[in-house]
């Protein structure tokens, strides 16, 4: 049910975006106290981006899940920036992150809703 969404300028070679996506995977499932047999992580390379007015290296986040708590957000932005930093070489001043808490009944899986 958690979706975490990555979308930079910084092109990431096919080892780099495969550790980025096993990392951030398991970082959103732990954070949130959720399985991580239902996180989804998505990267997309977006070269078509500016922050500031220029175009240095940069990053998009959102991550939707049921039961996002408000409170939870200013660990998970910490450990999200550090993540991409580590991995993408982005400082955490260029990201965003957008926090989305979705309805169970907003949210399908299986032919069903949560």
């Not at 940069?58 to 450990?79: C, D, M, N, R, V």
Request: aromatic share 8%; proline share 5%.
């Amino acid at each position: 049910m958690p979706l975490l969404s990555i979308e930079t300028n910084v092109a990431a070679d096919s080892e780099t975006r495969r550790a980025l996506l096993v990392s951030a995977s398991a970082l959103a499932a732990e954070e949130l106290g959720k399985s991580e047999r239902y996180v989804m992580v998505r990267f997309s390379h977006n070269p078509h981006m500016l922050f500031g007015g220029d175009d240095q290296p940069l990053a998009y986040l959102e991550l939707k899940s049921i039961g996002l708590q408000e409170e939870a957000t200013p660990k998970l932005s910490a450990a999200l920036c550090a993540l991409v930093e580590e991995r993408l070489g982005v400082p955490g001043n260029r990201i965003y992150i957008e926090f989305s808490d979705a309805p169970r009944r907003m949210w399908g899986w299986d032919g069903h809703t949560f």
